[in-house]
């Protein structure tokens, strides 16, 4: 037989081999976040049993990361319930737990637990960038562009192609619909990336916590492969970057369209399937990404949501990177005097109309109780 399959950027990747396909494996969700308050010494954690692949599963003793020299230790097996024991303030944990199929695929489940450091300071609006009243202007060609918003300031949007001609659609600034994507029916195998700069004052420290709100609207009601993106990169990023933290609406067949949070290449259901208006593009949906020490969080709601008080309607912990700087610490590798936002729209190679569109971009921060 002949094996083909799409890969994230669009690209088919074949091969070829003889026997039936082994159904993915597939991890359960999360078990949610813990940030207890000080004098708490365990955490537990109920850890979902996986699904898909090839049974039997084998689930590894659960992995603990702490703080260097932490007296924590960690009990308990998966599926089931998983101890933080001897838990001390002022300290944050991921715990971790591989699951292997018979067919020897992995996935991962994490939990994510702090104590005593809960952050009480309100969010402080740094940076805005509102493409609604922006000049037109249509991208033709790669590379940086300036766009000058309603109140003549100006922002850079840099306009690469991760499969396909820049031409093949429609990306630019609209005073209407915001920054977009637009790719007509049978425009063949496309898929834009458009990475904004979005300048922040004061800047942003490096303990400080970070929360990038981005309004925007996805069309992705009809298709079977269709693909959004939006959430936090670096200068040089993108959605394909070990750094990138955000949302997938990931249209899986026909009008399902499911929303998923990403942490550079691992993909995790939050939400099977979307209601009609998040995926038609008739809500403005509001997603957020929260940096906070060494966790990140994503949320989306309909907009608006007020982030110091309102509730997200869904909401997934997408973990922390041990190998970044300061040990761990998630915040540095998004401070200065910028933020970067990506935005991908693949349309799925050459199925019926889909768009997506930013409105606008909120940055906020506030000082962390957390420093490295």
Known sequence: MTLSILSNTGYALTGTGSGPVAPPLVAGANPAAQYAA??????????????????????????????????????????????????????????????????????????????????????????????????????????????????????????????????NGTAGSDPVRGLIADVPTGAGNTAYRLRTTVPVSPAISATDDVLVVIRWRVDQ????????????????????????????????????????SRKGAAVADMVPVLPAGWRNGSVLVQSEVRVVAKFRTTFSSVSPRNVNTGTPTYQADIGSDSSGPSGGLEAPLFSGAAVYVQLYSWNGAAIPYNYTAIERILVYSRPTSRVP
């Open 221 to 260: 009601a009809a298709g079977t492969a269709q693909r959004a993106l939006a959430g936090l990169t670096t200068s040089i990023g993108s959605e394909a970057s070990a750094e990138f933290s955000g949302f997938v609406f990931q249209n899986s067949a026909g009008d399902n369209v499911k929303l998923q």
């Open 38 to 167: 000080a004098g708490t010494t365990s955490l537990v954690f109920a850890f979902p049993a996986a699904s898909g692949g090839t049974p039997p599963y084998t689930y590894a003793a659960p992995a603990l990361t702490g703080p260097s020299g932490s007296a924590a230790t960690v009990s308990g097996t998966a599926p089931g319930n998983i101890t933080i024991n001897s838990a001390a303030n002022g300290e944050a944990y991921l715990v971790r737990v591989v699951i292997t199929d018979a067919n020897g695929q992995q996935v991962l489940n994490d939990a994510l637990g702090d104590v005593g450091s809960i952050v009480t300071n309100p969010w402080v609006l740094v940076g805005d960038v509102n493409f609604i009243g922006a000049v037109a202007q249509t991208f033709t060609t790669t590379g940086n562009k300036i766009v000058t918003l309603a109140d003549a300031s100006t922002v850079t949007v840099n306009a690469t192609m991760s499969v396909g001609l820049i031409t």
